[in-house]
């Protein structure tokens, strides 16, 4: 799972996935880490802009696939993926995902503001 770690919404979001990845089936890369610069199937710029997930057998996949991959393998969360079987509702979910991805930067400033991480003087 490539996540961006400098996102405080998502690492609070990883820290709910990581208590429920009882069986150790996640890898997590950080890609905002000094220490990735991608590789031959992901660049660093592609990896902060959304969720990658890759397999074992180098298979990539991103944005709502990606939760549904994270969620297929998370013992408390696999119920979610059953949500790949109703017609439809994967697409959906990319749809909702990009919509966030453009007001991300305004729901992290909210968030570091709730977390009192943020100064008040900084415009949305």
């Excluded at 820290?15 to 890369?29: F, K, M």
């Amino acid at each position: 799972m490539f996540y961006d770690g400098s996102c405080p919404l998502c690492t609070s979001e990883l820290g709910v996935y990581e208590r429920a990845d009882t069986d150790n089936a996640l890898v997590l890369v950080d890609v905002s880490s000094a220490s990735f610069s991608g590789d031959e199937f992901i660049n660093r710029s592609d990896a902060m802009a959304r969720l990658h997930v890759r397999f074992d057998d180098g298979r990539q996949v991103s944005g709502a696939q990606s939760f549904v991959e994270i969620w297929r393998v998370l013992p408390s969360w696999r119920w979610m993926a059953k949500v790949e079987s109703i017609p439809g509702a994967v697409p959906m979910l990319e749809m909702l995902y990009r919509l966030f991805l453009r007001a991300r930067p305004c729901v992290v400033r909210g968030f570091k503001r709730f977390q009192g991480t943020f100064g008040k003087s900084d415009p949305c």
